[in-house]
RNA sequence: GCGUCUGUAGCUCAGGUGGAUAGAGCAGCGGUUUCCUAAACCGCGUGCCGGGGGUUCGAGUCCUCCCAGGCGCACCA
């Protein structure tokens, strides 16, 4: 139930029917409606509602807003959408005050929806993918794939929650260059390992982590690959070490309350020629060309800013290629909508990707990147500096050790995936109010708390049928109510919008508003009465901040 | 240089897709508990919304030009 949702529909066609009404009377004219929008206004004294359709109507009606407004006031039937009060306010807003009952048919709707309260059929099992973190497999993952894996995760929770049919997938990029380095890394440790000279290169992977991994694989093969083929020992070495820490990175990520229905390997893309028939198939769109002993994808006819190499002169194709095949194979596999979370730093890659898939004759706008920006650490009030390579970086098996899995993931979520995230360890970790986290979920448990007590007492709470819910009447009550009706609007548009971070914002005000009512109202009151429609609310506020915070990824304590 | 994101209170950030008097948390100051969890509540804010110009009834929000910062601009991914 989607309580504000219909009372704007309503309000909408009274309007509609009032507009014609003076119309026809003469004290209007227009030809068509505008566009125009029935919302919630800011400052609660202008009502609970207020349309702007009197100042839109102004140009084409050649009157003032403020008499079209009186017009459409005269002839609107308040009994239409319990209006009790309508007026015509500042430049030409119309303002509605509704009956003070208007929102109370909610509470019952949330009980008896509870878990599924604020969800919706908008996305009507439409396929879509969500692809996340994907980080490259050769060591753990950062805070910068924890945004990742926090935001992919959530933006997958919305979409499922309002319809939508959703895969989580993780593309392995077990191809190319860097699996090359990481081969000779791989190789080097091993030698050292047996006491031989060997150098990790230059642009290898430094982190003591290999070392660990390299003495797993001492434990299974000893010296057995001390004098073999270097490509076959490089071979084994990197089939051994990408599964062991794919099974670490799929380990911390369920850790991290983190899913994946797919694993995707980009050599499968290699092995299956899905590499090659993309650069075939975009050869006979005329899109591929030679130079210098390379293939090059003709970007620039479609507007890019320079042409891209898909074939080096070597033979190899390039990571675009395979993302090229990769992106259709979304589409081949019936998505009909794709979602990629990337960081900042891949930004350039989104519009030549598009170009690409245009040139395949798939329609770009399906697919969609979450661009976020890089995540920096601060600690102590100092900025932690991260470098994968060194392996002088925070990892997310240590951030969930420190801080928790709650507070991380509502940490990585709270913010806009626009703006730079400055992580601040010590307050994740601390266990005071300070932590928003904490402040939200002692809400939670504070609710959880009182039914717990009301049961101790043998109290119940009751049906909605039972409770007087006319009952609830104060201010706090009444704002509590209204950020319960308000759920399903910010559940539908944070989906849509792929905003996770109106969860949080939601989370907070709710907890807030919780708060509030539990400090100046008594919900296990003397009075049956009383205490039974409150029970109802706080009953409706557990669901919802509980479904909130499910979204999150966050767990939601019954006690603290 | 080109592209892109960001710039809002001392700090960290919101501002639902153009609405009326721009908000929250933290920090700071002062209050609240014989009573369902004080991890809480209540009160206290003089903000050139980075700057200029424009669009219109109306701009933090849209366009444009500057300024500052992040990130990209490889036969890396």
Known sequence: MNIIQETKRLLAAALMDAAAAARAAGEISYDELPDFVVEIPREKFHGDFATNLALLLAR?????????????????????????????????????????????????????????????????????????????????????????????????????????????????????????????????????????????????????????????????????????????????????????????????????????????????????????????????????????????????????????????????????????????????????????????????HVSRLKSALKALGYDPDRLEVVLMQLVRLYQGGEVLRMSKRTGQYVTLNELIEEVGKDAARYFFVMLKSDSHLEFDLDLARSQSADNPVYYVQYAHARICSILRLARERGLQVPSAREADLGLLTEPAELDLIKQIANWPDTVAGAALALEPHRLTRFAHELASLFHSFYTSCRVLADDPQVRNARLVLVEAARITLRNVLHLLGVSAPERM
Not at 73 to 94: C, M, N, R, S, Y
Not at 286 to 306: M, N, P, S, V
């Open 60 to 348: 084409q009606a050649r009157q003032a807003p403020r008499a079209i407004a009186a017009a459409i006031v005269q002839h609107f039937d308040l009994t239409q959408a319990g209006v009790a009060k309508i007026e015509v306010a500042g430049p030409g807003f119309i303002n509605f005050t509704l009956d003070g009952k208007w929102l109370l048919p909610v509470l019952p709707a949330v009980l008896a929806e509870d878990e599924h309260y604020g969800w919706s059929n908008i996305g009507q099992g439409t396929k879509v993918q969500v692809e996340f973190v994907s980080a490259n497999p050769t060591g753990l993952l950062h805070m910068g794939n924890a945004r990742g894996a926090a935001l992919g995760d959530c933006i997958a929770n919305l979409l499922t929650a309002v319809g939508y049919e959703v895969t989580r997938e993780f593309y392995i990029n077990d191809a190319g260059n860097q699996i090359e380095n990481f081969a000779l890394s791989l190789e080097a440790r091993y030698l050292q390992a047996l006491g031989q000279e060997a150098d990790i290169p230059e642009d290898g992977y430094h982190g003591i982590d290999l070392i660990d991994t390299v003495q797993h694989f001492l434990e299974l093969y000893g010296d057995k690959y001390l004098d073999a083929d270097p490509t076959l020992r490089r071979e084994i070495l990197v089939r051994f070490a990408l599964e062991e820490k794919l099974a670490a990175i799929r380990q911390v990520l369920e850790d991290f309350g983190v899913h994946y229905d797919v694993w995707f390997s980009e050599q499968s893309l290699h092995d299956s020629g899905a590499v090659a028939r993309a650069v075939a198939d975009l050869e006979k769109a005329g899109y591929i060309y030679e130079k210098d002993g390379a293939l090059w994808f003709k970007a620039t006819r479609l507007g890019e800013e320079k042409d891209e190499v898909l074939v080096r002169q070597n033979g190899l194709p390039t990571y675009f290629a395979a993302d090229i095949a990769y992106h259709r194979n979304k589409f081949e596999r019936g998505f009909k909508w794709l979602i990629n979370v990337w960081g900042a730093d891949h930004h350039g």
